[in-house]
């Protein structure tokens, strides 16, 4: 299954996944995830679209957030990432919209 085809999956159904299930699903390595995640990212706030990576949650995050490193990326690409939660509840809102 391609990494693609899984968030979309995912948001349609209004769910989520921790990185290391997600890994381990498509058989890869956590740095070529994170890495393959951030290039979705740039080609999402390329084209206007909200961030897929945002299905994704913290094995440890009591409210179901991204890892840090969601939030760094999606700051440096110009998103307003000030209040986390809102901004992944927003995220996850736009994608469940368009699948």
């Keep these: 299954m391609r990494l693609e085809d899984r968030l979309a999956a995912l948001a349609a159904a209004g769910e989520?996944?921790?990185y290391g299930?997600?890994?381990r699903e498509l058989g890869w390595r956590m740095g070529d995830l994170t890495s393959a995640?951030?290039?979705l990212m740039e080609e999402d706030a390329a084209d206007g679209r909200p961030f897929r990576a945002?299905?994704?949650c913290q094995?440890?995050?009591a409210e179901g957030l991204p890892a840090p490193g969601?939030?760094?990326?999606a700051q440096a690409l110009g998103a307003d990432v000030s209040d986390p939660a809102a901004?992944?509840?927003k995220q996850r809102l736009?994608?469940?919209n368009r699948a």
């Excluded at 969601?70 to 990326?73: P, V």
């Design 21 to 23: 299930a997600l890994s």
């Design 87 to 89: 901004f992944t509840r």
């Design 94 to 96: 736009r994608l469940a």
């Design 70 to 73: 969601f939030f760094q990326k």
């Design 59 to 61: 094995r440890l995050s």
């Design 37 to 39: 995640l951030e290039t």
């Design 16 to 18: 989520t996944i921790t």
């Design 54 to 56: 945002a299905v994704l």
